[in-house]
C-alpha cells in the first residue's frame, strides 16, 4: 500500500472549514483514498473514501487532485466535537478473501477551538 | 445497527493470568479484525478473519490467540502476557468481499488492558 504523508497537527476555529492535506504521491491505480478519525479514547471511526472523483456524505467532503497525489479532507462547519485524530490511509481493494486490512500513519491531531 | 461491541472495557491482569477479550457484531459482516494500539501510536493490525477464517496474522506472539467461533464474535485469549503488551485493543469488522468493491471498517470502543 502506498505511504501517506500528513501534517502531525493543525488547529481550526470553531465553525469554519478544516480542512486536512494529504500526500500520497506513490499511490496506485487501483488504489483507494480513506479517511478516519479517532476521538481520544475511542475506537477510529470511518468519515469517507474515494478512488478518482470528489466525494461528499453528511460528514466531509473528499477532494482528490487530478494526478490522485494528494487529497484533502474538509469538514465544512468544525465543531469541537470534531477534535481528534484524523488518518490518510491508502489502500487496495483486496483480491481475495483476506479482508480489508488497514494499516495507519501518524494522522494529524486536529484541534478545533471556541 | 452499526455497533461493534467489545467487553471487557477495562482489564487488569498478571503476567501468569489468562484472559480473553470479546468482539460482536451483527452487522452481518464476514471480516473481523484485531488492531493494538499503544498510547500516542496509531493502531496496528494484529489479526484478519474472513469468512471464520484466519486470513493474516501480522507476526503476532503465540501468548495472543484469536478465535472466530462463529460470524458474528471474535476471541482474543491471553496468556502469559508481558507489562509492554498493555495496550488499547481494538476490534473492527467490515463486509465480505467483492472483488474491487471499496468497504469500510467499522470500529469497537476497544478493551484498555493492564499487564502488571
Known amino acids: 500500500d502506498a505511504k501517506t504523508t500528513q501534517p502531525p497537527s493543525m488547529d481550526c476555529a470553531e465553525g469554519r472549514a478544516a480542512n486536512l492535506p494529504c500526500n500520497h504521491s506513490?499511490?496506485?491505480?487501483?488504489?483507494?483514498v480513506y479517511w478516519y478519525r479517532q476521538i481520544h479514547s475511542q475506537g477510529p471511526q470511518y468519515i469517507i473514501h474515494g478512488l478518482k472523483n470528489n466525494e461528499t456524505n453528511e460528514m466531509a467532503s473528499l477532494i482528490i487532485t487530478e494526478d490522485r497525489k494528494s487529497s484533502t479532507l474538509i469538514l465544512p462547519h468544525a465543531t469541537l466535537r470534531d477534535t481528534a485524530v484524523y488518518y490518510c490511509i491508502v489502500r487496495a481493494e483486496s483480491k481475495n478473501n483476506a479482508g480489508n486490512m488497514l494499516t495507519f500513519g501518524g494522522g494529524t491531531r486536529l484541534m478545533v477551538k471556541p | 445497527d452499526t455497533e461493534v461491541t467489545q467487553t471487557p472495557k477495562h482489564l487488569v491482569m498478571g503476567m501468569t493470568n489468562k484472559k480473553s477479550l470479546k468482539c460482536e457484531q451483527h452487522m452481518g459482516h464476514r471480516a473481523m479484525y484485531w488492531y493494538k494500539q499503544k498510547a500516542k501510536k496509531p493502531p496496528e493490525l494484529m489479526f484478519v478473519?474472513?469468512?471464520?477464517?484466519?486470513?493474516i496474522n501480522e507476526s503476532v506472539p503465540s501468548r495472543f490467540s484469536p478465535e472466530c467461533p462463529n460470524s458474528s464474535l471474535l476471541n482474543l485469549h491471553l496468556h502469559a502476557l508481558q507489562p509492554e503488551d498493555s495496550a488499547l485493543y481494538l476490534c473492527?469488522?467490515?463486509?465480505?468481499?467483492?472483488?474491487?468493491?471499496?468497504?469500510?471498517?467499522?470500529f469497537g470502543p476497544g478493551t484498555r488492558l493492564t499487564v502488571t
Open positions: 473492527a469488522s467490515s463486509q465480505g468481499k467483492l472483488p474491487g468493491t471499496a468497504y469500510e471498517q467499522y
Open positions: 506513490t499511490i496506485s491505480g487501483n488504489e483507494y
Open positions: 478473519y474472513s469468512y471464520e477464517k484466519l486470513s
